[in-house]
């Protein structure tokens, strides 16, 4: 058994930080109120939703009445890209995304296309970027709504979202961002991005999973997405997880006092991980943008071993990483993402991911910067097309 575990899969979720779970505590036990009741038990857990609510909005330079609180990303992402749809339909019926979003969008538009409208999903670069020219050319009289992600969440490029959103705005319509791995991470600010529509998470930010937000800006159209009460404004119907909203804005808190620093902290981290790997293992390559990439994320190619492979046995020795999105490592299918960036099945199969967090240390760099070229040996040693390789280079 390994002397000690190390996590490096944070992309994948983050542990709830203990002042999280402090706040969060009494609306399980004393302060249990329905935020709709009109007595002081409502009250109290009223009073406590809103100042989650500014909290989250202070967090993305929003105002509060812009919040809407979800049960997560994968729900934000359904509610904006469905909601304006479905209130736009009689203006157009088409919409613009990349081909490397997280499945919570992609297959929303699949989704759509189901229903008669039309989806164009771009193309990216090498490094996964999209470029805001083909955005341009996408956009139509029909087109209702672009939505690109601000960071990809398998290999952590950052998109010119401003860029973007500019030429969706000259062409009258709306943007949405899925910025679920940003957030919280790097400055997200929505007035800088433009953005019209944007999602994100609580567990993403050392926040409890089951709640998330969606930006909305004021006087955007967009329909509703749950019916039933007048919860959140007659926009997403149910009784609020009073609980989890408390924890999703005290991790904001904290987030928007700490992310510049702990941004540095963990570029360091990053690129000494990087560096090392490239010394250690040969025909390994770097997937994503060499600077424009979050701060904690390693995304890599190993020649001629098996990404799945790689991972078990990283896990042996207590080193907990991935090998794409957490969302579709049960898929036998390579990632999309780095089918997009032009890699091939082969190679695309043999990636892996290491995202960094708020307890990574270097020591947890070192440790795998020990591991990984060993287990990389060890399966390379049983690959014929590597020995081939190296006895005809």
Same mark, same amino acid.
């Given at each position: 058994?390994?002397? $000690? ?10 542990? %709830? $930080?203990?002042?999280? &779970? ?34 989250? /909005?202070? =967090?993305?330079g929003a105002r509060p009445e ?11 992402? +359904? ?52 470029? #805001?020219?083909?955005? $341009? ?15 990809? +969440?398998? %290999? ?19 943007? !949405? ?12 600010? %929505? ?23 969606l930006y909305i800006r004021k ?16 926009? *997403?119907?149910?009784?609020?997880? &009073? ?7 005290? /991790? ?12 540095? $902290?963990?570029?360091?981290? *990053? ?22 990439? =979050?701060?904690? +994320?390693?995304?890599?190619? %190993?020649?001629? &071993?098996?990404?799945?492979?790689? =991972?078990? +046995? ?19 299918? #390579?990632?999309?993402?780095? =089918?997009?960036?032009?890699?091939? !099945? ?20 070192? *440790?795998?910067?020990e591991v990984l070229p060993e ?8 690959? #014929? ?5 190296? /006895?005809? #280079?």
């Amino acid at each position: 058994m390994p002397e $000690r575990k190390i996590y490096m899969d944070y992309a994948a979720t983050t542990p %709830v $930080r203990p002042e999280v &779970v402090e706040a969060m505590l009494p609306y399980f036990t004393e302060r249990y109120g329905n935020p709709s009741s009109i007595h002081s038990f409502g009250q109290d857990a009223r009073v406590a939703v809103e100042e989650a609510r500014a909290k989250v /909005a202070s =967090l993305i330079g929003a105002r509060p009445e812009e919040i809407v609180f979800t049960s997560g990303g994968t729900e934000s992402d +359904n509610f904006a890209i469905k909601g304006v749809a479905y209130a736009l339909r009689g203006k157009g019926d088409h919409i613009v995304t990349s081909s490397v979003e997280h499945h919570a969008v992609l297959e929303t538009c699949k989704s759509l296309e189901n229903e008669g409208f039309k989806v164009t999903y771009l193309p990216v670069d090498r490094y996964g970027t999209v470029d #805001p020219e083909d955005v $341009r050319k996408a956009i139509t009289e029909r087109t209702i709504l672009v939505s690109v992600m601000h960071a990809n +969440n398998e %290999v952590g490029t950052v998109q010119p979202i401003e860029e973007i959103s500019k030429i969706a705005h000259e062409r009258g319509t709306y943007f !949405h961002t899925d910025a679920v791995q940003t957030v919280g991470h790097i400055k997200v600010d %929505v007035e800088e991005l433009g953005v019209d529509l944007l999602s994100t998470s609580a567990h993403k930010l050392y926040g409890p999973k089951g709640v998330g937000a969606l930006y909305i800006r004021k006087g955007t159209r967009i329909a509703p997405f749950v019916h039933g009460g007048e919860q959140e404004r007659g926009r *997403r119907a149910g009784t609020e997880n &009073v609980p989890g909203i408390v924890g999703f804005g005290r /991790a904001a808190e904290l987030a928007r006092a700490e992310y510049e620093d702990e941004a540095r $902290r963990l570029s360091e981290l *990053r690129d000494k991980l990087i560096e090392g790997l490239r010394e250690r293992i040969d025909y390994i390559h770097l997937n994503g943008h060499p600077t424009r990439r =979050l701060p904690g +994320n390693v995304h890599v190619t %190993v020649e001629f &071993v098996e990404g799945e492979s790689m =991972l078990l +046995n990283l896990d042996i020795e207590g080193i907990a990483a991935s090998t794409g999105s957490a969302c579709s490592s049960g898929s036998l299918e #390579p990632s999309h993402v780095l =089918l997009a960036m032009g890699l091939s !099945h082969e190679l695309a199969h043999g990636s892996l991911r290491f995202t960094m967090g708020r307890w990574s240390t270097e020591e947890d760099v070192e *440790r795998v910067l020990e591991v990984l070229p060993e287990v990389v040996a060890r399966l390379r040693a049983m690959s #014929p097309l590597y020995n081939v390789r190296n /006895a005809y #280079p």
